[in-house]
């Protein structure tokens, strides 16, 4: 009876655990990364990844909206945010990141440079970098 028990626990801390691994996989992102130029639509601030979606003009001079996933740590992105330098509607930004493998406009948002001119590391919740080329 206490073997039970014992696996029961063990068996249900396994099932709530390898969801929240699997969550993290990247296997739907190309691993290079592609540098897009648009305008901000909206940025969403949600647990577990913010979303920024911003309109990119293909070679022909259409628009497509590209939404881009990011993590890190949510305060960073509410300070940036409240401080004014955060991914505002209307803002002309630059990305760099890693698009959907399917091809559809999307991609794992890696740097951000908003117009105050600095890149940020958005995986890292928006941290200042430098960037080789960006």
Known sequence: MR???VLGIVLGAVAMVVPAVAHHAHGN???DSIDLEG???QFHILNP???LYITVKDASGKEQVWALESDG???NYRALVKEGIGPKPGDVVKARCHALRDGS???LMGYL???DGVARDF???GVPVKVEGF
């Open 3 to 5: 073997l039970k028990i």
């Open 29 to 31: 992102y190309e691993t």
């Open 39 to 41: 305008v901000v639509m």
């Open 49 to 51: 990844h913010a979303w």
């Open 73 to 75: 740590p949510k305060d």
């Open 105 to 107: 406009p999307g991609c």
């Open 113 to 115: 440079k908003t117009t």
């Open 123 to 125: 995986d890292m919740g």
